[in-house]
């Protein structure tokens, strides 16, 4: 069982950043593929990031290209989101995900789930 404990949202000004932190007990982190979703109000959830389990592979939205970046700690069993240049549009709830594979991330069906962290950008 692998539990994913976010942190790190808050209310940031347009052009603003923040870093959020993902924590995850269990012994599979290392083994694990990581990846962040976001869900807006209205909307459905949709993926942000992913990153592989040995560190070579980062993937990420087209939408947020650029300006997050998705890293991981596997000694610390942490997985990090820094994000730059917010935009209003970033405003939503960010999800940790944990999965076996980038490609079961890509599929949208993670096997954890945090439960949420808001991130609330003002224009």
């Known amino acids: 069982q692998v539990q994913l404990v976010e942190s790190g949202g808050g209310l940031v000004e347009a052009g603003g950043s923040l870093r959020l932190s993902c924590a995850a007990s269990?012994?599979?982190?290392?083994?694990?593929?990581m990846a962040w979703f976001r869900q807006a109000p209205g909307k459905e959830r949709e993926f942000v990031s992913a990153?592989?389990?040995?560190?070579?592979?980062?993937n990420h939205a087209d939408s947020v290209k650029g300006r997050f970046t998705i890293s991981r700690d596997n000694a610390k069993n942490t997985v990090y989101l820094q994000m730059n240049s917010l935009k209003p549009e970033d405003t939503a709830v960010y999800y940790c995900?944990?999965?076996?594979?980038?490609?079961?991330?890509?599929?949208?069906?993670?096997?954890?789930w945090g439960n949420g962290t808001l991130v609330t950008v003002s224009s």
């Open positions: 995900a944990a999965a076996s594979s980038l490609f079961q991330i890509e599929s949208g069906s993670p096997d954890y």
């Open positions: 269990g012994r599979i982190f290392s083994r694990s593929a």
């Open positions: 990153i592989s389990r040995s560190t070579n592979i980062a």
